[in-house]
């Protein structure tokens, strides 16, 4: 965990949790550290363009928090460089919840699970909404061929803050194809 994780996500009130439950002192030296921003390093860019899916959380107007999924072609998400994400974003049910939502307040907040191998990544960030017309290139960057989903617009995400996180309690799961190949071994 880096500071900058541990500067946005422990609030004045989340202290308090954890001085009552006796974890502040652990915590506490995470905020101290010289560290203010966070880079994506190997591990992360590798472990991002492995993933096939992640969750995502924007905020509405109203406050409350609304969780997605977001799944496509492995690596759909991109690392653009060490400190900006991107993925075309595909068409769904047509909601528009969390573009709706992060049009108001740019904000997100996601979480990366691999769950054959019990890790997970968070990540702070602040999105651009780029739209195709705008960007043409950035949005061939980000299309895959392949895959056969209409791309709406790409969202572009600033990374503010990482961290992983314990895989104490993430119960191991495999796709189909992976867990033939656990059988093959």
């Known amino acids: 965990m880096s500071s900058s994780f541990a500067k946005i996500a422990f609030t004045p009130a989340v202290k308090a949790l954890q001085e009552l439950q006796g974890s502040r002192e652990l915590y506490a030296g995470f905020e101290m550290e010289a560290d203010q921003t966070d880079e994506l390093s190997i591990r992360e860019i590798e472990y991002i363009e492995s993933r096939d899916s992640f969750y995502q959380a924007t905020v509405s107007d109203t406050g409350w928090p609304y969780v997605q999924h977001r799944g496509g072609p492995k690596g759909f998400l991109k690392v653009l460089d060490n400190n900006n994400l991107a993925f075309a974003d595909f068409r769904g049910n047509r909601q528009y919840v969390s573009t709706g939502n992060l049009l108001k307040n740019d904000r997100i907040a996601m979480i990366l699970v691999d769950y054959e191998k019990r890790r997970r990544l968070k990540i702070f960030g602040h999105v651009r909404l780029v739209l195709a ?53």
């Open 133 to 185: 017309i705008d960007e043409p290139e950035l949005l061939a960057r980000l299309i895959a061929p392949e895959y056969p989903a209409h791309v709406e617009h790409a969202l572009v995400i600033r990374v503010e803050a990482l961290s992983w996180n314990c895989s104490k309690h993430i119960a191991t799961r495999y796709k189909q194809n992976e867990f033939q190949a656990t059988q093959d071994r």
